[in-house]
């Protein structure tokens, strides 16, 4: 079972190994979108574009930085409220992972 | 034993052995426990065992060991087999988090169904690791910039390079790895740019002896890179990441003082490592400072007994060593406890792994000749610097904190302008910190202290809920 290869255009990881795997629907940022099975949360939004997040002080976009949870710098939220390390949370099929501040981040 | 609800307790004399971590050395321990009737438990943030080096990416992105794991494949299967053996004869929570540790229970975050529990402990070997060591330079919070830890975990763990064009900076022996790796996986290394002089790797060339099979491979992969004609660069001083929204350029100097810029899409940065001592702070573990890894670390004897009854500490997460020294170190913990146990004991194999310590200890310190911490770092860091990176706070505040409070302390510093004080808990801005601090003030880097650690270790989801029923 396979992978019509998913569109990446303006990604910051670049996908170079294990190509041949399950594509999974999500949603980003209001728009449909595509992974591949095993991908974590940061790596389906990060092939596709180069923001995760926005500091709450900064008000800088962030993408990521230690990719072994220890930097929790790629905590995200979910259309639904849950927020997640995204680094460390695979990618499960129609998540709505939002990366632009919809209202006040309280973090 | 299924995950207590918080506060519930056994009897003491039943409670197995705990480990946590299960990279080279909690792996190591949980064989050496089991080998002698144990049936330890080990808790592990990973979904699967091996730590970050011998790192498994999930089912389904599986590669040859060969291709994963290059020069380390070796001693990487040799790991993930160990581990695989004791299948059924451990009791094994993955995809945990152990998030506080008091005197007599540990508490954890289940973290794929958000679940707290608490778990009695007796005896713990401590085997948490570490991640790198970060020295901030201007535009490091841009999209794009990764650690070099980070710059693995994603080719490893995930298939993917962090950028389209890459540069690898700063300085250690994970430097090369990471760039060996990537250009092997076809990735496209625009320069690997070293802030240690040229001259360092061959004043280190002595020292190097005490690990020759070691040494030896650090050379091979220099020399690869060089055969493939990857331009790598010492003596650099690390200028600027430039880009409107994400990394477009670095600016560096080069050895000459000429300033230089290499157009690219990621960079991965790292100067050596350092360890993961919250919880061996919150259970009250003693701390020494040492000066050649530039932090505090938590007080181990040679036989990796903590200052704290019960407590054995393995592996990075006690002190840098390498993934060859927590093999050994986390089988010596073992041997530890259970030797306190009164269960078995083995003088001959524990002096051998004493002496294998000893030797990689030798060795360490000539890394830090060959790669050595760039020690004007805290003295030429720009005022408007982020150095941390959560709270986005400067080197110049730091510095007028400083100077204006007379702050001499860490976590004095961190109460009055917040450095450390984000979710990271100052894991990548703390050394750092330090370094400023203890320039600013005129102070040996010993003297500022260190940040301590403050459940939870890492942020908890607010939906967490507390496991219900468990064993009466």
Same mark, same amino acid.
Request: charged fraction near 20%.
């Given at each position: 079972?396979?992978?019509?290869?998913?569109?990446?255009?303006?990604?910051?990881?670049?996908?170079?190994?294990?190509?041949?795997?399950?594509?999974?629907?999500?949603?980003?940022?209001?728009?449909?979108?595509? @992974? $591949? &099975?095993?991908?974590?949360? !940061?790596? +389906?939004?990060? #092939?596709?574009?180069?923001?995760?997040?926005?500091?709450?002080?900064?008000?800088?976009?962030?993408?990521?930085?230690?990719?072994?949870?220890?930097?929790?710098?790629?905590?995200? @939220? $979910? &259309?639904?409220?849950?927020? !997640?390390? +995204?680094?460390? #949370?695979?990618?499960?099929?129609?998540?709505?992972?939002?990366?632009?501040?919809?209202?006040?981040?309280?973090? | 034993?299924?995950?207590?609800?918080?506060?519930?307790?056994?009897?003491?004399?039943?409670?197995?052995?705990?480990?946590?971590?299960?990279?080279?050395?909690?792996?190591?321990?949980?064989?050496?426990?089991?080998?002698?009737?144990?049936?330890?438990?080990?808790?592990?943030?990973?979904?699967?065992?091996?730590?970050?080096?011998?790192?498994?990416?999930?089912?389904?992105?599986?590669?040859?060991?060969?291709?994963?794991?290059?020069?380390?494949?070796?001693?990487?299967?040799?790991?993930?087999?160990?581990?695989?053996?004791?299948?059924?004869?451990?009791?094994?929570?993955?995809?945990?988090?152990?998030?506080?540790?008091?005197?007599?229970?540990?508490?954890?975050?289940?973290?794929?169904?958000?679940?707290?529990?608490?778990?009695?402990?007796?005896?713990?070997?401590?085997?948490?690791?570490?991640?790198?060591?970060?020295?901030?330079?201007?535009?490091?919070?841009?999209?794009?910039?990764?650690?070099?830890?980070?710059?693995?975990?994603?080719?490893?763990?995930?298939?993917?390079?962090?950028?389209?064009?890459?540069?690898?900076?700063?300085?250690?022996?994970?430097?090369?790895?990471?760039?060996?790796?990537?250009?092997?996986?076809?990735?496209?290394?625009?320069?690997?740019?070293?802030?240690?002089?040229?001259?360092?790797?061959?004043?280190?060339?002595?020292?190097?002896?005490?690990?020759?099979?070691?040494?030896?491979?650090?050379?091979?992969?220099?020399?690869?890179?060089?055969?493939?004609?990857?331009?790598?660069?010492?003596?650099?001083?690390?200028?600027?990441?430039?880009?409107?929204?994400?990394?477009?350029?670095?600016?560096?100097?080069?050895?000459?003082?000429?300033?230089?810029?290499?157009?690219?899409?990621?960079?991965?940065?790292?100067?050596?490592?350092?360890?993961?001592?919250?919880?061996?702070?919150?259970?009250?573990?003693?701390?020494?400072?040492?000066?050649?890894?530039?932090?505090?670390?938590?007080?181990?004897?040679?036989?990796?007994?903590?200052?704290?009854?019960?407590?054995?500490?393995?592996?990075?997460?006690?002190?840098?060593?390498?993934?060859?020294?927590?093999?050994?170190?986390?089988?010596?913990?073992?041997?530890?406890?259970?030797?306190?146990?009164?269960?078995?004991?083995?003088?001959?194999?524990?002096?051998?792994?004493?002496?294998?310590?000893?030797?990689?200890?030798?060795?360490?310190?000539?890394?830090?000749?060959?790669?050595?911490?760039?020690?004007?770092?805290?003295?030429?860091?720009?005022?408007?610097?982020?150095?941390?990176?959560?709270?986005?706070?400067?080197?110049?505040?730091?510095?007028?904190?400083?100077?204006?409070?007379?702050?001499?302390?860490?976590?004095?510093?961190?109460?009055?302008?917040?450095?450390?004080?984000?979710?990271?808990?100052?894991?990548?801005?703390?050394?750092?910190?330090?370094?400023?601090?203890?320039?600013?003030?005129?102070?040996?880097?010993?003297?500022?202290?260190?940040?301590?650690?403050?459940?939870?270790?890492?942020?908890?989801?607010?939906?967490?809920?507390?496991?219900?029923?468990?064993?009466?």
């Amino acid at each position: 079972m396979n992978a019509r290869a998913p569109k990446f255009t303006s990604g910051q990881l670049l996908r170079l190994k294990a190509l041949e795997r399950p594509v999974v629907d999500f949603v980003l940022d209001g728009q449909p979108a595509q @992974a $591949l &099975a095993g991908d974590t949360v !940061l790596t +389906a939004v990060a #092939t596709q574009a180069r923001q995760l997040r926005v500091n709450e002080f900064s008000g800088q976009p962030r993408a990521g930085f230690c990719l072994m949870g220890a930097c929790q710098d790629c905590w995200v @939220a $979910l &259309a639904d409220g849950r927020r !997640l390390r +995204a680094c460390q #949370t695979p990618i499960e099929a129609g998540m709505h992972v939002l990366t632009r501040p919809a209202e006040e981040d309280r973090g | 034993m299924t995950l207590f609800p918080a506060r519930q307790r056994r009897p003491e004399a039943d409670l197995p052995p705990v480990i946590v971590g299960a990279g080279p050395a909690g792996v190591r321990a949980a064989e050496t426990l089991v080998a002698h009737g144990l049936a330890p438990v080990v808790i592990d943030e990973a979904p699967r065992a091996g730590g970050q080096i011998y790192r498994r990416p999930p089912e389904g992105l599986a590669r040859g060991a060969q291709e994963l794991y290059g020069t380390e494949a070796g001693r990487a299967q040799a790991v993930h087999a160990a581990f695989d053996a004791l299948q059924g004869r451990i009791d094994h929570h993955p995809d945990t988090l152990v998030w506080n540790a008091q005197p007599d229970l540990l508490d954890v975050l289940h973290a794929p169904s958000r679940t707290l529990g608490s778990l009695p402990w007796r005896d713990l070997i401590v085997a948490t690791g570490a991640t790198d060591r970060v020295l901030p330079f201007p535009g490091w919070t841009l999209p794009g910039v990764y650690t070099l830890g980070g710059a693995q975990v994603a080719l490893k763990a995930q298939g993917c390079a962090i950028g389209d064009a890459v540069v690898l900076a700063g300085t250690g022996p994970l430097l090369y790895l990471v760039a060996y790796q990537y250009v092997r996986a076809g990735a496209r290394v625009a320069a690997v740019l070293d802030t240690s002089p040229a001259l360092a790797r061959w004043k280190a060339a002595p020292g190097m002896l005490a690990q020759p099979a070691v040494a030896a491979k650090g050379l091979h992969l220099v020399a690869w890179l060089h055969w493939r004609g990857i331009p790598m660069h010492h003596g650099v001083r690390l200028l600027r990441v430039e880009g409107a929204q994400a990394v477009e350029r670095l600016a560096w100097r080069d050895s000459g003082g000429h300033e230089r810029r290499t157009a690219c899409t990621a960079v991965g940065i790292g100067h050596a490592l350092r360890p993961e001592t919250q919880l061996a702070d919150l259970l009250g573990c003693e701390f020494g400072f040492s000066a050649l890894q530039r932090c505090h670390v938590p007080r181990v004897d040679a036989a990796r007994r903590s200052s704290v009854a019960g407590v054995y500490l393995a592996g990075d997460g006690a002190g840098i060593l390498g993934a060859d020294a927590a093999e050994a170190s986390g089988e010596l913990a073992a041997w530890s406890l259970l030797e306190d146990r009164g269960l078995a004991a083995n003088p001959q194999r524990t002096a051998q792994l004493r002496r294998r310590l000893a030797r990689i200890e030798r060795f360490r310190h000539a890394l830090e000749t060959a790669f050595p911490f760039p020690q004007d770092w805290a003295a030429q860091a720009p005022a408007d610097l982020v150095v941390c990176r959560c709270e986005d706070v400067t080197a110049g505040t730091l510095r007028e904190t400083a100077a204006r409070t007379g702050a001499r302390e860490l976590n004095r510093l961190k109460a009055l302008c917040r450095v450390g004080m984000g979710r990271c808990q100052g894991r990548m801005c703390g050394a750092a910190a330090a370094e400023i601090l203890a320039d600013a003030q005129g102070v040996p880097l010993a003297q500022v202290g260190r940040l301590r650690a403050q459940a939870p270790i890492k942020p908890l989801p607010l939906d967490a809920r507390v496991a219900q029923g468990g064993d009466e």
